[in-house]
T-cell receptor
């Protein structure tokens, strides 16, 4: 029962490099989300996808792009990494249309930008 | 806008002590409220939820009651264990929009000593 799977688990980049964080869920959920977690700030929404083929900006979208490749997969791309993007990134999924349903989270990607 | 405020940690308790972690919120309308727990090196897991005023969510000995009059959702447990050591996040989700992303508090670290 995999749930939400994120790859990689750890990554170190140099400023200016690009990379894509991968996320896949096997729960047939329509909605998927990318959050970043920084000390003392909880989780903040970067982008979300309410359903396949749609994406929308969250609180902190600058410097990121996303792709909802299909119903299962939702990737996050850093085109030109900056030290301010050092963070732990979490992907989540949930059913659409029911605000009472919980979101299911992956184990996170720990990203350091030097 | 929406916001969640949690008491700052860390909270350090001895085993079998009583736990309270305070959470208050600001939101338009009446959101659904959640407590998530994050164990070291892992993603967030849903601990409990409440979807309307006066609802009580409970799980694994933890409880929280949705208090509309005080806009609060405090987490309590009568007797904590070492295994409860983790970071606890209070979160809300609005019901009146199609966007189902969560708004999180900053998290409260709980350390339980034997």
């Amino acid at each position: 029962n995999a749930g939400v799977t994120q790859t990689p688990k750890f990554q170190v980049l140099k400023t200016g490099q690009s990379m894509t964080l991968q996320c896949a869920q096997d729960m047939n959920h329509n909605s998927m989300y990318w959050y970043r977690q920084d000390p003392g700030m909880g989780l903040r929404l970067i982008y979300y996808s309410a359903s396949e083929g749609t994406t929308d900006k969250g609180e902190v979208p600058n410097g990121y792009n996303v792709s909802r490749l299909n119903k299962r997969e939702f990737s996050l791309r850093l085109e030109s990494a900056a030290p301010s993007q050092t963070s732990v990134y979490f992907c989540a999924s949930s059913e659409v249309g029911d605000s009472n349903q919980p979101q299911h989270f992956g184990d996170g990607t720990r990203l350091s930008i030097l | 806008g929406n916001s969640v405020t949690q008491m700052e940690g860390p909270v350090t308790l001895s085993e079998e002590a009583f736990l309270t972690i305070n959470c208050t919120y600001t939101a338009t309308g009446y959101p659904s409220l959640f407590w998530y727990v994050q164990y070291p090196g892992e993603g967030l897991q849903l601990l409990l939820k409440a979807t309307k005023a006066d609802d009580k969510g409970s799980n694994k000995g933890f409880e929280a009651t949705y208090r509309k009059e005080t806009t609060s959702f405090h987490l309590e447990k009568g007797s904590v264990q070492v295994s409860d050591s983790a970071v606890y996040f209070c979160a809300l989700r609005r019901k009146d929009t199609g966007r189902r992303a969560l708004t999180f508090g900053s998290g409260t670290r709980l350390q339980v000593q034997p």
